[in-house]
């Protein structure tokens, strides 16, 4: 064989390679190249900020935390005085893939979902205004606004801005998924490859692909079959209000999937087990086997990739001008108020 058809044969296996990999209904997710880490490094700050909440308690990292998937593990998460929100926290990882953000896709990106929380009386509590004043009461945080956005100024818009910029490093490249999709034959087990074709052959993929393994569409949940719930979520008709939209949601993101339990919208299902039969009979209208059920469980498995490696920020001390924190008023195992002395 001449040097020159060896060079042939090895540019054809490139290109046959990469045509397998872009005719998968799944990409690979890349690692991030972060252009503008001083933004990234203000916004993770602000991310790990509890005083960007009315309690001073609750943060970015409260509902979305880091160390367990980007998710709170809680059917539905607990916000300001102890009120349990309305529906089940999405993970914050990989989230930049995402067409929209929220499971009703209200906030067209990152930024403009981090705005909700901060004002949303049953999150944080508090008001863009003094969350503001919060943040520009400390000499420290000004002096980070002054190193990125030019000038001391901290605004909403800069302040969204920075927490979106932070989020969008927040992938998980290299799972065994990626590796395998990148050629790597033994990066999965038999059990997960076979659990791909399944997932494949059973339909998944037409609503969970792309990149991020879903969030590119919205979809209605009980599609052949009605869902029950007691979740008073309503879906996409709480944004379009059309009746059509009705239990419509965004695709999740199936991305480190064995570690964003609970599952579904209302948070109702602990394991991957039941929502993998659960979707299969109310979304596919099938009943799959034991074997195929622990196939399905070992491809979505493989598909956790490494999670962000972060380093705790350590925020700017409160002054005489830093507005102070109003304390939860209620015990959560109680519907009695806690009594004035407590709150001393």
């Known amino acids: 064989m001449t040097k020159l058809t060896s060079i042939a044969i090895f540019i054809a296996g490139i290109f046959a390679s990469a045509h397998a990999i872009s005719a998968e209904p799944i990409e690979v997710i890349k690692a991030v190249k972060v252009t503008e880490p001083e933004k990234v490094e203000l916004g993770k700050m602000l991310f790990f900020e509890p005083r960007l909440s009315k309690s001073g308690y ?12 980007g998710v709170d593990a809680l059917p539905t998460s607990v916000g300001h005085n102890w009120q349990q929100g309305p529906i089940n926290s999405p993970t914050v990882l990989n989230a930049n893939y995402m067409l929209a953000q929220f499971w009703d896709g209200r906030a067209s990106d990152l930024q403009a979902q981090a705005a909700g929380p901060i004002e949303n009386p049953k999150e944080m509590g508090y008001s863009h205004a003094l969350a503001t004043q919060t943040i520009a009461s400390m000499p420290a945080y000004r002096a980070h606004f002054a190193k990125v956005y030019g000038d001391e100024n901290v605004t909403i818009d800069r302040l969204t801005d920075a927490i979106s910029t932070f ?24 059990d997960a490859k076979a659990g791909y074709q399944l997932f494949k052959s059973k339909g998944c993929v037409s609503c969970h ?22 979740n008073p979520a309503k879906g996409r008709i709480a944004v379009t209000g059309k009746e059509a939209d009705k239990f419509v949601f ?20 602990w394991t991957l087990e039941e ?4 979707m299969a009979d109310i979304q596919l209208g099938q009943k799959l086997s034991d074997k195929e059920n622990l196939e399905m469980v070992a491809f979505l498995v493989s598909l956790t990739g490494d999670q962000p490696q972060i380093t705790l920020p350590i925020l700017p001390p409160s002054n005489k001008n830093t507005p102070r924190p109003v304390p939860f008023s209620h015990d959560p195992m109680s519907s009695k108020p806690v009594s004035d002395e407590l709150l001393k």
Do not use: W
Request: proline residues 7%; contains cysteine.
């Open 167 to 190: 989020e969008k490093t927040l992938v998980t490249p290299n799972s065994p998924f990626d590796q395998y999709l990148l050629g790597k034959q033994d990066a999965i087990s038999v």
């Open 209 to 230: 692909n792309g990149p991020a393994v879903g969030g590119t569409m919205y979809m209605k949940m009980g599609l052949i079959k009605p869902f029950h719930t007691n």
């Open 250 to 269: 965004k695709v999740p993101t199936l991305r480190n999937i064995e570690l964003t339990y609970p599952y579904f919208h209302d948070g109702s299902v």
């Open 275 to 278: 929502a993998v039969n659960t």
């Open 58 to 69: 609750i943060s970015c990292n409260s509902c979305h935390n880091l160390a367990t998937g």
